[in-house]
């Protein structure tokens, strides 16, 4: 494909390569976790809630940014210190950051004198463009949530697995839940900003669903899912040059008939789906 | 192997009058229970009567509405084994068993230390114990139901536990397995109380010291000797009653039919 190495001159380009890879490998590292806990849908709440600190921001001329990112911490230290027995349903619970957020950010924007901006462009990011700005950002991101998985590994997988057997340990269980809800929520709000929600949310589901279904180890669901990641967004950008389609749909279209193929294979080798955890619901 | 329990020791744990329910709905109603340093408790009941609820409270994993649970001697975190009922996790939970035993080794002292070669030697020998060496790296959703049980009892006792709960140890575990099993609660019981939740005492009997029957109320317990009529009430229907005579440690087996 050289035309697609030539491509790489661009400077826009470049940054969709560094953009897509950073998104790729962080969801692949994050995503894992939202599958095994059945989060995904805290992707889509976490995207409208953020409205909320945006339209807060562009109320008092600050990067929207920040409002977003603080939206996020919010969410998550809600999520992990509310109490699981007065609250039922974290479901529920999302739902209600998914609405209260939306309308603070209505309210705000419509507040703001002159000039209204349309918040939902925001849902939509583009990843061809992506400024250096935001890459810096993403990699700040990347490398925090490696540094918190490292440190905290042990901690963070036994309280995803067994909440109730990690209280008895001693673990400290809600501050590892709202660390992990954080990594998640920061992810997810950050790289909506820069790639799209679309493309969030295919990252975040794909490539887990496809490591979930090779590796039994999560350690090596991780890896294998920050590879796919990693490979469908170049495969796509490629793609998308090559073939002149539009780039964030042309990552997912070939993550999803990756995600078939490797289905269809265990399938036709009699393999077992037998209890993959997003597909089965007791 | 008779051992008596040493009653000059204080018992490790007291749940004094504990009452506790969820929502509006009460579960257990003035419970008052201990237990002794080499005690073999088992709770018995009814299913909904309360006796995971009681365990919970004990383990600090709920909070009662009212009186309180005292451990007179501090056991640190990471020591305190607790086999749970199955269904607490998620069985597609990408681990291998190797993994979910060694995870018994975590404490919060050790929270950020990658674990050691000893972890993994103890994880070892307890998996060879139960007979679960070849199912090491297996993915926990490929074993069966009775492995994945035993799976938790190893991951309950390979940190070398000062006291162990066990939850239905016994529900879905095969003839072979019971003597694996029984061999090592006997083993650990020499050192530790141990605590389990059974509708299969006869299975533990010669274990078992001390009956206590939780139907909401604690219906019988040392001291109020067991009989028929106490269990019959807990049940509702004719039980199997297995009770100590004058000589602690002793189990007779009486069986009670209509």
Known sequence: MPGFFDALSYEFMRNAVFAGLLAAVLCGVVGPFVVVKRLAFLSDGLSHAAFGGMGVCFYLHLDPLLGAMAVALLCAVGLGLVDTETIRSYDALIGVFWAVGLAVGIVFVYKTPGYAPNLMTYLFGNILLVSRHEIGVLLVLAVSVFLILGLFWKGIVAVAFDEVFARVQGVPVRLLMTLLLTMIALTVVLLIQVVGIILVVALLTIPPLIGLMLRSDLRGVLALSTAIGVAITLGGLGLSYACDLPSGPAIILLGAFLLFAVYAGRKLRGGALRSLPALRRE | ?258
């Not at chain 2, 919970?56 to 009186?67: D, Q, V």
């Not at chain 2, 040392?222 to 004719?238: I, N, Q």
């Open chain 2, 1 to 258: 192997m008779i051992e008596t329990i040493d009653r000059a020791d204080r018992p490790l744990i007291e749940a004094r009058r504990i009452t506790f329910g969820y929502g509006a709905e009460m579960v257990l109603e003035d419970v008052t229970l201990t237990i002794e340093p080499r005690d073999f408790l088992a709770i018995i009941g009814p299913n909904g009567g309360g006796k995971t609820t009681l365990v919970k409270i004990l383990l600090g994993l709920l909070r009662p509405w009212s009186g309180e649970v005292v451990w007179n001697r501090p056991v640190r975190p990471g020591r305190m084994g607790y086999v749970p009922q199955f269904s607490t996790f998620d069985k597609g939970f990408p681990l291998r068993v190797s993994d979910v035993v060694l995870m018994g080794r975590m404490s919060r002292r050790n929270l950020l230390r990658p674990y050691s070669r000893q972890d993994r030697a103890a994880v070892a020998a307890v998996l060879e114990r139960l007979g679960l060496t070849a199912l090491a790296d297996e993915h926990v959703r490929e074993i069966s139901g009775g492995q994945l049980q035993r799976v938790l009892i190893a991951r309950a006792v390979v940190a070398d536990p000062e006291v162990l709960f066990l939850d239905e140890p016994t529900a879905s575990i095969d003839a072979e397995s019971r003597g694996a099993l029984t061999g090592l609660l006997e083993e650990l019981n020499r050192r530790i109380p141990v605590v389990v939740i059974t509708h299969d005492v006869t299975g533990l009997a010669p274990l078992v010291r001390r009956i206590a029957c939780v139907n909401r109320r604690l219906v019988c317990h040392e001291g109020s000797e067991l009989d028929a009529h106490t269990l019959e009430e807990a049940y509702g229907g004719p039980v199997e009653l297995i009770t100590h005579g004058a000589v602690p440690g002793v189990a007779q087996r009486i069986l009670h039919r209509h």
